[in-house]
């Protein structure tokens, strides 16, 4: 039970910060960084393609490792037959 619930959180929290890394650089909340008002130079750097882009290719590599992850731990519970 215990190896099952550490394997759940792991697998939950790496795909929910796989979506949230690759869909947010996408929607406004991206372009509304206030953090970002004092840094004209970082500011144009951070809303650029290339970095969306970077963000967006972490998030999916955090998704496919999770489901990497799920497979394997129910691949070595499956009983064998």
Do not use: C, K
Not at 10 to 21: H, M, P
Not at 58 to 66: C, S
């Amino acid at each position: 039970m215990n190896d099952f619930l550490t394997v759940f959180l792991s697998v939950t929290s790496s795909l929910l910060v796989g979506i949230i890394l690759a869909l947010v650089p996408w929607t406004g909340l991206w372009d509304a960084n206030y953090l970002l008002q004092p840094y004209p130079a970082l500011r144009l750097l951070v809303l650029s393609p290339f970095a969306r882009g970077t963000v967006t290719g972490l998030g999916i590599v955090n998704i496919v490792m999770a489901l990497h992850e799920a497979y394997l731990h129910l691949a070595t519970r499956a009983p064998r037959r």
